[in-house]
């Protein structure tokens, strides 16, 4: 008969055993879960070169400036000093003129508004010849947002380019450790714009787009994403979602499975959906492109160890040299 002592170091062994197959609990895949998942399309990432094309078209029509509101303009009616003087152009677009009240003057070119300021007058001076030129461009602004040092209204006097507003907003965000620079994004009216900004940076000049009266250039910041790498990953953590990453990507950035990961048996998990996606990891390499799938915000890749693995892990955690002491003991007191 076994002695005592022997009989309980048995029963623990057995039972850190018997506990490997409960080490991890590895969630069921949910049925037809592909249908939630889309392969990433490389191509939508940045807008092909006939949008930007487009968009520097789109600049080279506008030829004279065109006032608005919040300019500051300065009307000489010729030998009248009484009407002559600066003045703002209002929210509506309009001026106000002695004698004659309000007068529109939103989008025309300078003169254009001297004309419709001597037509204005006409009915009550005779030979009336007015100039306008502006003081202050107010209205000539492009919105900067994001990533960038001084997000906000950026002023300009002349019509700038993508690089000079990126460089009046201050501190570059290609050196700030946080920001994943790859893309922005040129807002204007209904048109979106999308640049490869690590080209740009790096000379490609055509890149360099001209840019309007209220365009809105936004650089987004890749840190407000996250995706969830966890398990048997060399690297498990949380990484920054970037444009287009794939199932593939995010495994690789969390240094890919460790010896012990089942690569039969990988989850991806899109809490948002409710769905939970089984993947083969032999089958992705096979090659089957529609398993590499794209990932979105807060998705969770789970690798599982393998039953194998998990009982030799535990193994490995335990002083080999106390544990052959130990089962050298047992065997010396078990008859």
Not at 100 to 115: D, F, K
Not at 204 to 218: F, G, K
Request: aromatic fraction near 6%; charged fraction near 20%.
């Amino acid at each position: 008969m076994a002695h005592p002592f022997a009989r309980l170091i048995i029963a623990c062994y057995l039972s850190l055993l018997s506990a490997c197959g409960a080490w991890e609990s590895i969630p069921d895949a949910t049925g037809h879960a592909e249908k939630a998942f889309t392969v990433p399309d490389r191509s939508t990432r940045y807008s092909n070169i006939s949008a930007v094309e487009a968009f520097k078209a789109d600049t080279k029509k506008i030829t004279d400036y065109l006032l608005y509101d919040g300019d500051d303009i300065n009307i000489e009616v010729i030998g009248r000093p009484e009407l002559s003087g600066v003045q703002r152009i209002g929210p509506d677009g309009r001026i106000t003129l002695s004698v004659v009240g309000s007068v529109s003057v939103r989008n025309l070119t300078r003169e254009q508004a001297a004309e419709t300021i001597n037509t204005a007058l006409s009915p009550y001076y005779l030979n009336i010849f007015t100039t306008v030129r502006v003081e202050h461009y107010n209205s000539n602004r492009v919105i900067i947002i994001g990533r960038v040092e001084h997000p906000g209204e950026l002023l300009f006097n002349t019509p700038p380019n993508l690089l000079d507003i990126l460089a009046q907003a201050g501190g570059m965000p290609l050196l700030r450790k946080e920001q994943v620079l790859t893309r922005c994004a040129i807002i204007r009216k209904e048109k979106i714009l999308w640049i490869d900004l690590t080209r740009l940076l790096t000379g490609d000049i055509s890149l360099n787009v001209p840019l309007q009266r209220n365009d809105v250039v936004y650089i987004p910041d890749a840190t407000d994403t996250s995706v969830f790498v966890l398990g048997a990953v060399n690297t498990p953590g949380v990484l920054r979602l970037t444009p287009q990453m794939s199932f593939m990507d995010a495994l690789g950035q969390a240094g890919g499975l460790t010896k012990d990961g089942n690569t039969h048996d990988i989850h991806l998990i899109r809490p948002s959906a409710n769905v939970n996606m089984k993947i083969d990891l032999t089958d992705l390499l096979k090659p089957q492109q529609q398993l590499n799938v794209a990932i979105n915000e807060g998705d969770i890749i789970f690798v599982p160890r393998h039953g194998v693995s998990k009982i030799g892990y535990i193994v490995q955690q335990i002083n080999p040299f106390s544990t052959l002491f130990t089962i050298s003991q047992i065997g010396a007191v078990v008859p």
